[in-house]
């Protein structure tokens, strides 16, 4: 590293150069342990009168997953943003209190606790292992290939008769041996990788000129996320792997022609799928007027709105309202059950702390050195915001319902891992801009 | 590049912006509509599963609880014994709306009022029980024995203290398992409801005060008091005639006594025999509509009792008698003599405001309807609440206290928040008045139509009823009201009850069916076995 790229390093970003990075995520891990462990207080005080029994081996046990996954970073990923890591934790444990105190109310949810917080502590330990298995992101752009097929692989898994299982009438789980797992969850991840690699590749051609055979890729994307509805009537899954291509594909290429032909297959889409399946079209008819059938199939939506009134500005408190009447509260509906307790004070603040977790993706997709890390970066970037848009917009019903977690809220042990490996290769690439001389602006 | 990846932020700032302005909506703005909508049960859930305080007779008997349940709801109500106060505890329900105590006490069962909330400083800062407890001013024992002694048969007990207008029973049949109406279970809850409502002998309505009935030969009661008070009628003087027909005036069919008999006599004397002729004539040309209209209304009449619970019916008596024809002097003696000073006012133009000067009373078009109204029929209709009060004025020098269910609220450590102090509701008659009637009415259970309500040991006064509600087959209501007290003490307990369309059409009705049922709830208050 010349001297000139370390002054420009300290030009470009005075604030990471000049505070430690690690010592403000220390900081802001520290404030997140603090607001966790007095929320799960708050929600046994409100529920029950009496502070949890098991305060002392709870506070123990989160400050540690806390502190294991700070000081990981600290030795694996030491220049990386400071604020990803604890905005994730943020989430985490907010989305961790809700399912502990839902665990009492929710029917069968009695040991819903117990799982996420193994689930969080593997999704940490994911966490800490992807720093470690990759040391550089771009290694994963030579195993492009594998990637997609892998990538591929999984979207198909729940389909192989032998491993495959439809809960709730979506065909996304598989399971293999012990294990009950979204593959979906993993595929998006290496679909990212590999749409960035591959991107990389030809989109030298794909700006500069438009033959038939460039609009190949996005025809088989489109192809595919249709498949993935139709087969495993996933929409939520669909919606996402079409956005994240037809993204990527957009700031690669630079043409905004592909965001047009992306908006119309997706309206064709969309019109498909509205006059194949009564499913699709009771979702869009629910959206449009749950009140319509308030006690059948907007039960899920109208109650909903029901919790988020119920909420109003400051919430019922923590503990206090009656969320456990959304059926799946604790997975597609948490926020619901977040803003009722925690009013718009607190459903704002979710929004916020994904629009934080967004801002800093994107920084690091602005930041990275070479187009790979660019795209990938936006990719996984994509993921997470489109994802937490479609559910908590699904909620909200400023779009139709599709069944998708909340990343690193709702209940589920395949988000959980899957978002915090998500995470984990964002920061990876974070820190390697630290050691790396800022590119031009491009 | 990072042009794109900019405005990717932005469109994601755009969408999130989206999500923030849905939220506000849905959660500050249009938050209370939604509150509101009908599908929201949110509020009646939280309400319906809250702990609430308790209802207990004035013996002990529980008869609303509260009992923790978890799932669905953390407290499920209950009503110990059934059907027995359902009319008085109403219920409190997922789907249906409260009814009863249950309704009328809503805010003090569920603790909300704030002088319940903090009675000390130290409640700022500690959660409490902060509901209500109602003791209730009812007894357990005595309304038992006014379900059995009624047994199957439709109709109404009301039993109350004269002094102080506590309800010590009040008893309905048929009646309801509030049980079934209470279930956490809403469906299961408006089944129940829905077949309780579609009973055509409506088990839902607390008759003995939401439901009006014609109180027959009882209403004479209130005319004597009408006659007593006018100044037209004294308890010995006059003497009305013997006869078996009265013809009203100006015109109307002739109102003959029971079983074509023949009666007469001074005031002891025709309530005692329960004379039709007389208190008819009475009503229309000694006392006339003005004083009787007064009288009624003195008795409450025409008027809400202000009863502690909900949606108590107003007893009637008719105040439009017609156009005013003239102001007629009556020969006091025979019916002839009466129809003759009829025919000297017809055609008469009505110059002059109606006025009861020297013994003339003001007649109207339909003052024969006022003659009907005198016994009890015609438009006269009453809540058997409304006849226990009459007997209760006459028991207490003529002062009637306003009728009441609940004793006293209770906290949960047994402090009171709140004692129901006796009030007076109206004063129906002078103490002479209700001298005179006390005697006449211990006349009537001594040697008249009420000796089947003789309690020994007791005074005991009581006056019959039969209303007639049709010829063929002959029915009625039979009515008693009555009072019962240590000998040479005042009253302690007034009683009125009604059994609704019993065959014959006798005045002997009330006697043979009605005063049984009384004085088993007279010998159970008074523990007489």
Redesign the interface.
């Known amino acids: 590293m010349t001297a000139t790229s370390r002054r420009r390093l300290s030009r470009v970003a005075p604030a990471y150069a000049a505070m430690k990075p690690r010592r403000v995520e220390a900081g802001l891990v520290l404030m997140v342990g603090v607001i966790i462990v007095v929320a799960y207080a708050l929600a046994s005080f409100g529920a029950s009168?009496s502070i949890p029994a098991n305060l002392g081996p709870f506070l123990v046990w989160m400050l540690a997953l806390l502190l294991i996954a700070h000081l990981a970073t600290r030795r694996l990923a030491p220049g990386a943003d400071p604020v990803m890591l604890p905005m994730a934790l943020l989430l985490n444990g907010l989305g961790y209190v809700m399912i502990a105190r839902l665990s009492n109310d929710v029917p069968g949810g009695s040991d819903l606790a117990g799982l996420q917080s193994t689930w969080t502590a593997v999704g940490i330990a994911a966490y800490i292992g992807t720093l470690v298995v990759v040391p550089r992101v771009r290694i994963l752009a030579s195993y492009r290939y594998l990637l997609g097929i892998a990538g591929m692989a999984l979207l198909a898994l729940p389909l192989v008769p032998a491993f495959g299982r439809q809960i709730n009438g979506a065909r996304i789980w598989a399971s293999v041996g012990p294990i009950n797992f979204q593959p979906g969850e993993f595929a998006k991840i290496a679909l990212a990788a590999f749409f960035a690699a591959y991107l990389v590749e030809s989109r030298e051609l794909l700006r500069s000129r438009l033959e038939l055979r460039d609009l190949a890729p996005i025809g088989v994307a489109w192809a595919g996320s249709l498949a993935v509805m139709v087969l495993e009537r996933d929409l939520g899954s669909s919606l996402l792997f079409f956005t994240l291509f037809v993204?990527v594909l957009?700031?690669?290429s630079?043409r905004a022609l592909f965001l047009g032909i992306g908006a119309v297959l997706f309206a064709g889409g969309a019109v498909l799928a509205w006059s194949m399946f009564t499913h699709v079209q009771q979702r869009v008819d629910i959206w449009r007027d749950p009140?319509a059938s308030?006690?059948g199939d907007g039960f899920q939506i109208?109650e909903a709105?029901?919790?988020?009134?119920?909420?109003?500005?400051t919430g019922t408190g923590l503990g206090q309202g009656?969320p456990d009447?959304i059926p799946f509260v604790e997975s597609d509906f948490i926020f619901a059950a977040i803003?009722e307790e925690l009013?718009?004070a607190g459903?704002?603040a979710i929004?916020m702390t994904?629009?934080v977790l967004?801002?800093s993706g994107?920084r690091v997709?602005?930041r990275a050195n070479r187009?790979f890390e660019?795209?990938f970066a936006?990719g996984l970037t994509?993921l997470l915001?489109v994802q937490a848009?479609i559910i908590?917009?699904g909620v909200?019903?400023?779009v139709p319902l599709t069944g998708i977690t909340l990343p690193f809220v709702s209940y589920g042990g395949s988000s959980l891992v899957a978002n915090y490996i998500l995470l984990a290769l964002l920061m990876r690439m974070s820190h390697e801009q630290r050691l790396e001389p800022v590119p031009s602006?491009? | 590049m990072n042009v794109r990846i900019r405005r990717l932020g932005v469109a994601f700032g755009v969408l999130y912006l989206l999500l923030f302005a849905q939220l506000n909506r849905v959660q500050f703005f249009g938050a209370e509509r939604l509150q509101d909508n009908v599908n929201n049960s949110r509020g009646l859930v939280r309400e319906f599963g809250r702990q609430r305080g308790r209802m207990i007779t004035a013996d002990g008997v529980i008869v609303a609880r509260s009992v923790e349940a978890g799932e669905p709801v953390d407290f499920i109500r209950e009503y110990p014994e059934g059907e027995l106060y359902a009319h008085i505890s109403g219920y409190q329900s997922l789907n249906v709306a409260a009814t009863g105590l249950e309704r009328e006490f809503n805010d003090e069962l569920a603790g909300s009022p704030i002088d319940q909330q903090f009675q000390s400083f130290s409640d700022v800062f500690r959660a409490r029980d902060t509901t209500a407890a109602l003791r209730l001013t009812l007894r357990h024992d005595v309304q038992e024995a006014a379900r059995t002694a009624l047994g199957d048969r439709k109709g109404s007990v009301v039993a109350l203290d004269p002094r102080t207008g506590a309800i010590i029973a009040m008893w309905t049949w048929p009646s309801f398992d509030p049980n079934l109406i209470a279930d956490p279970d809403g469906a299961a809850a408006n089944n129940a409801y829905e077949t309780l409502l579609a009973d055509p002998d409506d088990p839902l309505l607390a008759k003995a005060f939401r439901e009006v009935f014609f109180p027959g030969s009882t209403f004479k009661l209130v005319t004597a008091s009408a006659g007593i008070e006018s100044g037209a009628v004294g308890a010995f003087d006059p003497v009305f005639d013997v006869t078996d027909s009265y013809d009203p005036i100006p015109s109307g069919s002739p109102i003959s006594n029971f079983a074509g008999s023949s009666c007469g006599g001074n005031l002891i004397e025709i309530l005692r025999a329960s004379c039709n002729t007389a208190f008819a004539e009475m009503g229309a040309e000694w006392i006339g509509p003005d004083e009787m209209v007064t009288a009624a209304e003195a008795f409450g009449f025409n008027h809400t009792p202000p009863i502690d619970l909900p949606n108590a019916a107003k007893s009637r008596f008719p105040t439009d008698f017609g156009a005013y024809l003239a102001d007629v002097e009556f020969y006091r003696g025979s019916a002839d003599a009466a129809a003759e000073g009829v025919e000297g006012v017809g055609g008469v133009e009505a110059t002059e405001e109606p006025s009861l000067a020297n013994g003339a009373v003001p007649v109207y078009e339909n003052t024969a309807r006022l003659a009907q109204a005198a016994i009890g029929q015609n438009d006269v209709a009453a809540t058997p609440l409304q006849m226990a009060l009459v007997a209760a004025a006459i028991a207490n020098e003529g002062v009637i206290m306003a009728p009441h269910v609940v004793g006293s609220q209770t906290a949960a450590d047994g402090s009171v928040y709140d004692t129901t102090n006796p009030e007076v509701w109206r004063a129906a008659m002078s103490r002479g008045t209700a001298q005179v009637l006390h005697s006449a009415m211990i006349n009537v259970a001594v040697n008249g139509t009420a000796r089947n309500l003789a309690v020994e040991g007791l005074t005991v006064g009581g006056k019959t009823g039969t209303a007639q509600l049709g010829t063929n087959p002959p029915n009625s209501h039979a009515w008693i009201v009555g009072f019962a007290g240590p000998p040479g003490q005042p009253a302690e307990l007034a009683v009125a009850v009604i059994v609704e369309a019993q065959e014959g059409a006798s005045e002997q009705t009330g006697g043979r069916v009605a005063a049984p049922i009384a004085r088993a709830v007279i010998e159970a208050y008074f523990s007489i076995s």
Do not use: H, N, Y
């Open positions: 009168a993204v957009w700031v690669a630079e009140f308030p006690k109208v709105s029901f919790a988020l009134a119920d909420g109003g500005l009656e009447r803003g009013g718009l459903s704002t929004l994904f629009l967004i801002g994107l997709a602005l187009p660019k795209l936006v994509t915001g848009f908590m917009g909200l019903r400023v602006q491009s």
